[in-house]
Nanobody
Framework: QVQLVESGGGLVQPGESLRLSCLAS????????MGWSRQAPGKQLEVVAV???????IFGAPMQGRFTVSRDIVQNTIYLQMNSLKPEDTAVYYC??????????????WGRGTQVTVSS
């Protein structure tokens, strides 16, 4: 089992920055990748960024060049740095993790989400 807790959401103005954090606990050693997804009102869940165990990062197209994802292995935390925020970035941001079970299958875990609102 893996538990994920997000923090850092809030209200910002267009063009400003925000950093989200996600603290993982539980069976940390089973995690193969972590990342962020978001869901805006009335829209489908959208992948924002993924960071693999090896450190490779993958971003959704709308986030390229504006968002970065990083991790602190000692603190079991990943971060999402969001710059040049736009009103269309308004959404609930969820932290997610993929982890291997003892049987070798993959389980996915989700945090409860943190609201990011970009508005003037």
């Amino acid at each position: 089992q893996v538990q994920l807790v997000e923090s850092g959401g809030g209200l910002v103005q267009p063009g400003e920055s925000l950093r989200l954090s996600c603290l993982a606990s539980g069976n940390i050693s089973s995690i193969t990748s972590m990342g962020w997804s978001r869901q805006a009102p009335g829209k489908q869940l959208e992948v924002v960024a993924v960071i693999t165990r090896s450190g490779k990062t993958i971003f959704g197209a709308p986030m390229q060049g504006r968002f970065t994802v990083s991790r602190d292995i000692v603190q079991n935390t990943i971060y999402l740095q969001m710059n040049s925020l736009k009103p269309e970035d308004t959404a609930v941001y969820y932290c997610a993790a993929s982890a291997l079970t003892e049987a070798g299958a993959e389980d996915n875990y989700w945090g409860r989400g943190t609201q990011v609102t970009v508005s003037s």
